[in-house]
T-cell receptor, first 112, second 113 residues
Framework: GENVEQHPSTLSVQEGDSAVIKCTYS??????FPWYKQELGKRPQLIID?????GEKKDQRIAVTLNKTAKHFSLHITETQPEDSAVYFC???????????FGTGTRLTIIP | NAGVTQTPKFQVLKTGQSMTLQCAQD?????MYWYRQDPGMGLRLIYY???????DKGEVPNGYNVSRLNKREFSLRLESAAPSQTSVYFC????????????FGSGTQLSVL
């Protein structure tokens, strides 16, 4: 089955700087790569996703890049703000949500 | 719209006790899921229901049973709780099995002593 590795497990960034979280996946058949944000004590929420036919996707201050050849994808957050502090999960899947495999999470802390 | 509603929010059980976690969604979604979240392990799928009337095992189904009561409701039952089942449980739903966006409930923090 799919295996998703996520790094780093914790990340501290000065407010206004950029943050990058990286994930690798093992199954070359995976074609969907979402990122979920989970604030402390809250539910995970989808913030951005990318499909395998696209190399990069942006939504305001967040962007995701995908390298299919190397089987890795990354989340980029620019101009970080205190409300960006949360745990971020990457995931990968082929067809069907039941195949969605999550990474172990990155706790991002924005230092004011 | 409330989205995905889970009850209870917190529960403490003794080893061997049973309980049912309830989940309901009001988005007319076809597919529903139960995940557990453990420190350092991300979210792992326990069971899912692709559509009303069907249920299937996920990655970690042992010790659990599920019931898709109707299109709105999907319950998770622990028949004989074990300390290894101490976790945070999330219910989620999606429009369809291949509609990847998941909507999560607020979670149930379960401790088994």
């Amino acid at each position: 089955g799919e295996n998703v590795e996520q790094h780093p497990s914790t990340l501290s960034v000065q407010e206004g700087d950029s943050a990058v979280i990286k994930c690798t996946y093992s199954d070359s058949a995976s074609n969907y790569f979402p990122w979920y944000k989970q604030e402390l004590g809250k539910r995970p929420q989808l913030i951005i996703d990318i499909r395998s036919n696209v190399g990069e996707k942006k939504d305001q201050r967040i962007a995701v890049t995908l390298n299919k050849t190397a089987k890795h994808f990354s989340l980029h957050i620019t101009e970080t703000q205190p409300e960006d502090s949360a745990v971020y999960f990457c995931a990968a899947s082929g067809f069907g949500n039941e195949k969605l495999t999550f990474g172990t999470g990155t706790r991002l802390t924005i230092i004011p | 719209n409330a989205g995905v509603t889970q009850t209870p929010k917190f529960q403490v059980l003794k080893t061997g006790q049973s309980m049912t976690l309830q989940c309901a969604q009001d988005m007319n979604h076809n597919s529903m899921y139960w995940y557990r979240q453990d420190p350092g392990m991300g979210l792992r799928l326990i069971y899912y229901s692709a559509s009303e009337g069907t249920t299937d095992k996920g990655e970690v189904p042992n010790g659990y049973n599920v019931s898709r009561l109707n299109k709105r409701e999907f319950s998770l039952r622990l028949e004989s709780a074990a300390p290894s089942q101490t976790s945070v449980y999330f219910c989620a739903s999606s429009e369809a099995r291949d509609d990847e966006k998941l909507f999560f409930g607020s979670g149930t923090q379960l401790s088994v002593l």
